[in-house]
């Protein structure tokens, strides 16, 4: 009996030994499984941190010509450069959502013309608010801040100011992007009929008739008009453009410049030939809607340009306040595909 009893501990005793082993084994095969994993996530966070950057947003200010030209800068001087050149009435604040969404892949410059935004405003008679001297302001603020390379995104006002700079420096544009920036006799919608007229008639009378286009209803409409839903854009947007607009003496400002805004249809041509000559790589996301500019005037950067895109979106003429991520979706895959830094 002894025996028996003393064979079936050794048994037992051999078969706990034999669990123990074999749950040992197995948990020191999970437990090396475990450390191989964490190795290779703690891998993975060492090589992601290499490459990660802190974004910070920093709000400058800088003489031309004596003027102080406020600018937006995500610097990221690693990256390649895209220059933001705003439309009317806004200023660098369009692009304010614009930034952060690009400012960790590119270094981002937005400036603001003087009369608009932040930048000085100039009393009218002692400075020329006209296109050719906009861009003259802009292209001395590219050099001044050291700008060799870039790719240009044009809304609006910017289209002028930024094909100036392109014509003058063929060699430092990379590509353009261009928002309802328009090139083409055939994209002026009838909205611009009033200033037309005023071009022809330089009247008193017909320069009244423009101030409508200076308040803040029709602030707001440029804003909303076209959208698909208007309750999705900001009013900060139409307030912060048309609080400028209410500047002492920036109406006479905008007056001027619509009726130079005739010199543009002027330099058409010679834009168009930089196309043809030098065919940037060009990327159109255009607000179909917008009053101002037509959709024939995003079809036509077809004609003159080998390597561009034409997308429609159904926005009006801020296509950043309703499309955003549309926009930035197509702008970093089209800049991914063509710009090498």
């Known amino acids: 009996m002894t025996r028996k009893v003393e064979l079936n501990i050794l048994i037992g005793r051999s078969w706990f030994t034999t669990i123990l082993s074999l749950w040992s084994a197995q948990m020191a095969a ?54 933001l050149l705003h439309g009317f009435p806004s200023s660098s604040h369009m692009f304010r959502n614009l930034i952060k969404e690009l400012a960790d892949e590119y270094n981002i410059i937005a400036p603001d013309y003087p009369g608009f935004g932040n930048s000085d405003q100039p009393p009218i008679d002692e ?20 700008l060799d390379k870039y790719s240009i995104y044009v809304h609006d006002y910017g289209a002028p ?16 992007i261009t928002q309802n920036g328009n090139a083409y006799e055939e994209g002026l919608l009838p909205a611009w009929d009033p200033i037309r007229t005023y071009w022809k008639r330089p ?36 307030n912060i453009d048309q609080s400028v607009l209410d500047r002492l003496g920036n109406k006479e400002i905008q007056l001027a ?4 805004y005739q010199n543009n249809l002027k330099q058409y041509a010679i834009w168009q030939q930089y196309f043809r000559t030098y065919s940037p790589p060009t ?21 003159d340009i080998k390597d561009v895109e034409v997308h429609l979106l ?3 003429h801020f296509p950043l306040e309703e499309d955003l991520d549309v926009s930035v979706t197509l702008i970093k895959r089209f800049l991914s595909e063509r710009i090498i830094f």
């Open 127 to 146: 400075f020329e608010y006209t296109f050719d001297n906009l861009a003259n302001v802009i292209n001395n603020f590219v050099e001044g801040i050291k």
């Open 203 to 238: 009247t008193e009378e017909n320069k009244e008739k423009l101030r409508s286009l200076l308040t803040a209803d029709f602030t707001k409409y440029q804003y909303v008009n076209g959208t698909r839903n208007p309750a999705v854009i900001s009013p900060d947007s139409w």
């Open 257 to 260: 410049l619509f009726y130079d």
């Open 30 to 83: 999970v437990f090396v499984q475990c450390i191989r994993i964490i190795t290779e996530v703690v891998k993975e966070f060492i090589i992601q941190a290499s490459t990660f950057y802190i974004v910070i947003i920093q709000y400058k200010t800088v003489k031309v010509d004596g003027v102080n030209i406020f600018f937006r800068q995500a610097e990221n001087m690693k990256k390649a450069t895209i220059l």
């Open 283 to 303: 990327l159109v996301a255009w607000g179909k809607n917008d009053i101002f500019f037509g959709t024939q005037g995003a079809l036509a950067f077809q004609k």
């Open 161 to 176: 100011v930024g094909f100036r700079l392109a014509v003058k420096h063929p060699e430092r544009i990379q590509s353009i």
């Open 314 to 316: 159904n926005t009006g």
